[in-house]
Nanobody, 123 residues
């Protein structure tokens, strides 16, 4: 079973960058597509980005497309979300997730979730 732990969140000014890390465990990590989701107070958890198990395909929410980059290295059991040109509306708890599907935008299709890491972007 996959276990995921996010790190790298923090406070950053608008226009700045952060790199989130998703550390996975188990030799089956590479069998799962990964996704990043975020949840702001009073809002539903929303899709941010996803990457297939072999990192050949990625997809992004329109709100972050062109600013965020998702990546992974299965030999390290690790994924990343590089966030650039951050905006105050990016403020949320960010979650790493894994799914046996090839890639998905839907929360309910993900089997494993990390604990979340807070990202706060000041104006």
């Amino acid at each position: 079973q996959a276990q995921l732990v996010e790190s790298g969140g923090g406070l950053v000014q608008a226009g700045g960058s952060l790199r989130l890390t998703c550390a996975g465990s188990g030799r089956t990590f590479g069998n799962y597509a990964m996704g990043w989701f975020r949840q702001a107070p009073g809002k539903e958890r929303e899709f941010v980005a996803t990457i297939t198990f072999n990192a050949e395909h990625t997809a992004y929410a329109d709100s972050v497309d062109g600013r965020f980059i998702i990546s992974r290295d299965n030999t390290k059991n690790t994924g990343w979300l590089q966030m650039n040109r951050l905006k105050p509306e990016d403020t949320a708890v960010y979650y790493c997730a894994a799914t046996s599907a090839g890639g998905a935008r839907v929360v309910g299709l993900y089997d494993y979730w990390g604990q979340g890491t807070q990202v706060t972007v000041s104006s």
